[in-house]
Every structure is written in structure tokens, then in C-alpha cells.
């Protein structure tokens, strides 16, 4: 087992699987390497083994395992059983009749209308103080009109920005990675953002990627945005994603254009659209 499960994770990283994920598989499947006896041997492995492995994670382990770990640790099992059986190394997958157990974690906190105008007022305030700082509304007013995540933000080079696109000015969003070339897209730009944008670039000059800070560098402007506008909300790239596909939900922007934007794939978009749809209801 161990060796097929250590060669599973260089074809992880060959297809250019995240870091984190690929942690949290290998740490899912030494724990079933610890819990099968040390004889045992791959092909005698039968889903009666993976279910008493299950049970024992939940009950019989004597540490904590929430439904949400749970789940994962189901998933990170059938990836790499699915992964033998293809390879040819295993004729049957015993993980193939392993219940999935789906776990759908709780709402998000998103900013209200009355928030996100707060937020942007603020932000535009500081672009005219007597020390004149373009980059908070730059970085905010980007999340809000685009969703794009933490780590597409800190990605986005000089050479991702159009600002005199042919249908308008256009982000686009890219990937080193193959494994993750689903997710590009070219998503508009507004010509506010675009002028704020031409300001912020006079007054930082960044060289290549857009915000050449730490990703903690960035979240502490978010917070001091929240903060300067007197919400009690900790502003966040999570929450400015969130924020920006319930905006388009209640707009009545199509469900497909809303996934499309956010670069989800159509079995994640049945959680986030269903998560939307009570956070409308909500009157989020």
C-alpha cells in the first residue's frame, strides 16, 4: 500500500494538484495504511475494509473527526482506488461502493447593498486625501465587480489587464497549470475600476503582478477598509466573492454566467447556487 500510495503522490503533483490538497490526501492515506494490517496486501483490500476504516474514523479512533473531514477522507479514498483501477494496477475498485457522504458547510457572510456602498465611499475617500492612495479601491472595487479568489488576485500580472479591450476592458484570469486551465476566463472591467486602476499604477508602479504583497498584506486593507467604513463584518476575498455572485444572483444574471464567472466547475455551481439562492431569500 504505501508504496502505491507514495507514487500516487508524484502523478499528483505531475498534474499539478495544489500542495494543500495533495498534503491532505497523503495524510487521509496513511491513515488507512495504519489502520490495514502491515501485510496487507493491495489487491485483497475489499470495501468491507474501507467501511470498517470509516467506522473506526468516526467512532473507534478516539480522536475527533467532523463530517466535513470526513467526507474528504472518503473522497481522497476513492481518488486513489479510481486512480489503481485505471492504471491498470487493480481490476476492481473497492472503494467504488463506498457511500460518498456529502457535507454542505454553512452560509457564507456577505456585505449588504448599504455595506458594499460604505465600503466603496471610503475607499474613494482615500484616493483624494492629501496623501492620495489609490490601491484600497483598486483591490476592492476588483473583487466586488470580478469574484476572482485570493490566489487569482495575487496572480495577475501587468499583461492580464485590457483596458482597451474590444468589447470593453477586460481581466484575464490565467493558470501555470494545465490541470487548472478549466478555470480561465476573461472577465469586463468597468471603466471606473480602470481609472482608478491608471492611478494606482502611478502611484506604486508595480513591476509585474499587480499587488506584489503578502497575502496577508492585502486582507489587513480589506480589514481596514471594513473598519474605516464602520461595518463590524471582517472584510475578506471570501466574502467579496460571495458578494459579488449574490450582486449578479439578484440582478437576475443567468445561473451559468454566474458559474462561468466564478470558474467553478457545474457539480460545485449546485452548492454555491443553492447557497445563493437562500442568502436572496435571506435578504443577504
Not at 476492481?92 to 456529502?102: E, G
Not at 472595487?141 to 488576485?153: F, M, Q, R, Y
Not at 472584510?235 to 460571495?242: I, Q, Y
Request: charged share 25%; with cysteine; hydrophobic share 40%.
Amino acid at each position: 500500500l504505501m508504496p502505491a500510495i507514495l507514487t500516487w503522490e508524484i502523478f499528483l503533483k505531475d498534474q499539478g494538484r495544489s500542495p494543500h490538497t495533495i498534503k491532505a490526501f497523503m495524510g487521509d492515506l496513511n491513515l488507512l495504511a495504519s489502520f490495514l494490517p502491515p501485510d496487507k496486501t493491495l489487491g485483497s483490500i475489499t470495501t468491507q475494509d474501507l467501511n470498517h476504516f470509516l467506522q473506526w474514523l468516526e467512532k473507534g479512533r478516539g480522536v475527533p473527526c467532523s463530517p466535513k473531514s470526513l467526507a474528504r477522507r472518503i473522497t481522497s479514498i476513492k481518488a486513489f482506488f479510481r486512480w489503481l483501477q485505471r492504471s491498470g494496477v487493480l481490476l476492481n475498485d473497492p472503494a467504488l461502493r463506498v457511500i460518498q457522504q456529502s457535507v454542505i458547510s454553512p452560509l457564507p457572510e456577505v456585505l449588504t447593498p448599504e455595506e458594499v456602498d460604505a465600503v466603496l465611499e471610503v475607499a474613494r475617500t482615500w484616493r483624494t486625501r492629501s496623501k492620495p492612495d489609490a490601491r484600497p479601491y483598486t483591490l476592492v472595487k476588483l473583487l466586488l465587480e470580478t469574484a476572482i479568489k485570493k490566489s487569482e488576485c495575487l496572480a495577475i500580472t501587468r499583461n492580464h489587464i485590457d483596458p482597451e479591450g474590444k468589447e470593453g476592458p477586460v481581466l484575464y484570469v490565467r493558470y501555470a497549470s494545465p490541470s487548472n486551465r478549466y478555470k480561465e476566463r476573461n472577465l469586463p472591467l468597468s471603466s471606473e475600476w480602470i481609472e482608478a486602476y491608471q492611478e494606482y499604477l502611478a502611484q506604486y508602479q508595480p513591476a509585474e503582478h499587480i499587488f506584489p504583497w503578502s497575502p496577508r498584506r492585502l486582507e489587513y486593507i480589506l480589514e481596514d477598509l471594513s473598519e474605516a467604513a464602520g461595518i463590524s463584518k471582517h472584510l475578506s476575498f471570501d466574502m467579496c466573492r460571495w458578494t459579488s455572485a449574490l450582486m449578479d444572483w439578484k440582478n437576475g444574471v443567468e445561473g451559468d454566467q454566474i458559474r462561468q464567472k466564478l470558474g467553478v466547475s457545474k457539480i460545485q455551481w449546485r452548492e454555491i447556487s443553492m447557497k445563493l439562492r437562500q442568502l436572496a431569500e435571506q435578504g443577504g
